[in-house]
């Protein structure tokens, strides 16, 4: 499968964006998915992660209650809806994959086999 993000921009801070990640070129739903982000100068991290049917999710603390993540398979596409927006949410946005279906959320970069280009966040103060 093949993945692209898009969705990207500047907003003001207290803002909301939605990003986006289409499948392509493969069964979406035998994946589950996860948002990373990548700050200048900083090691790419965890956002926020869904599995394969969207009855779990996952988002890191320093996004919960702003941040949420969903999936439509009908659509082959995830969502990362990003409310409230911070200038410390500036960063490139990645999407990716993980072929498995269970009912676990996965933080680790490492376990995702498929990555999407990134999506550039920008938020200004």
């Known amino acids: 499968v093949q993945l692209q993000a898009y969705g990207g921009g500047l907003v003001q801070a207290g803002g909301s964006l939605r990003l986006s990640c289409a499948a392509s070129?493969?069964?979406?739903?035998?994946?589950?998915m996860g948002w990373f982000r990548q700050a200048p100068g900083k090691e790419r991290e965890f956002v926020a992660g869904i599995n394969w049917s969207g009855g779990s999710t996952y988002v890191t603390n320093s996004v919960k209650g702003r941040f949420t993540i969903s999936r439509d398979n009908a659509k082959n596409t995830a969502y990362l809806q990003m409310n409230s927006l911070k200038p410390e949410d500036t960063a490139v946005y990645y999407c990716a994959g993980r072929g498995i279906r269970n009912s676990f959320v996965v933080t680790s970069l490492s376990a995702y086999d498929v990555w999407g280009q990134g999506t550039l966040v920008t938020v200004s103060s």
């Open positions: 070129g493969g069964t979406f739903s035998n994946y589950a």
